[in-house]
């Protein structure tokens, strides 16, 4: 199974809502990280986690809080979030390596992002 | 981090080899060199990465230019499903920083 799924695809709410994004993977990888990607534009790294313990946040807005529940979930939650972060938000996993080595990150289909 | 340079958009016709140009005069000794590509509604996906030797896997071929300032991802046949976005990032895992990539159009 090389699969990332995201729940769920589309997701529209208010800038007063609660809501989650989800992402699961049953690769048996350790490292597993959020994008946001705006339109037409790269995605760009938000977070990451590795042994599910946070080890990169790019300064993002507290409004995004990631949750990383086991080695194979991830969550991102919302919440008071503006227009401007209407976004494609993608997931993906990866193999945990040293250093500044590689290795191939497996992205999910992405969950699409309205902010009313 | 270092940064890439790739050309906004390529043409191609379906069957023939396509080249993809990056580069990336800045990059340090020990980065990597990833290829990307995202398709239509899909989250990006992997397609090959090298250091200093060419590479070739079952999607493409990956030429590192002797002074590693540039690198050329080969479609050896391109089909309408190469369609895509192509992102050559430098770097490696976990922080990989995609610029702004080349939109490749398959011709029938």
């Known amino acids: 199974d090389t699969e990332v799924t995201q729940t769920p695809k589309h997701l529209v709410m208010g800038m007063t809502n609660k809501k989650s994004l989800k992402c699961e993977q049953h690769?048996?990888?350790?490292?597993m990280y959020w994008y946001k990607q705006k339109a037409k534009k790269p995605p760009e790294l938000m977070f990451v986690?590795?042994?599910?313990?946070?080890?990169i946040n790019e300064s993002v807005p507290s409004r995004f809080s990631p949750e990383c529940p086991n080695s194979s979930l991830l969550n991102l939650h919302l919440h008071a979030l503006q227009p401007e972060d209407s976004a494609l938000y993608l997931c993906?996993?990866?193999?945990?390596?040293?250093?500044?080595?590689?290795?191939?990150?497996?992205f999910g289909p992405g969950t699409r992002l309205t902010v009313l | 981090d270092a940064k890439t340079t790739q050309p906004n958009s390529m043409e191609s016709n379906e069957e023939e080899p396509v080249h993809l140009p990056c580069n990336h005069s800045?990059?340090?000794?020990?980065?990597?060199i990833h290829w990307y590509r995202q398709l239509p509604s899909q989250g990006p996906e992997y397609v090959i990465h090298?250091?200093?030797s060419n590479v070739n896997n079952r999607m493409a071929s990956l030429a590192i230019a002797e002074d590693r300032k540039s690198s050329t991802l080969i479609l050896h046949r391109a089909t309408l499903r190469d369609a895509a976005v192509y992102y050559c990032?430098?770097?490696?895992?976990?922080?990989?920083?995609f610029g702004e990539g080349t939109q490749l159009t398959v011709n029938p």
């Open positions: 993906a996993s990866s193999q945990v390596v040293r250093d500044r080595g590689s290795s191939e990150q497996f």
């Open positions: 800045t990059i340090s000794g020990t980065d990597y």
């Open positions: 090298g250091l200093t």
């Open positions: 990032i430098l770097g490696g895992v976990p922080r990989l920083t």
């Open positions: 986690y590795s042994y599910e313990k946070l080890s």
């Open positions: 690769m048996g990888h350790r490292a």
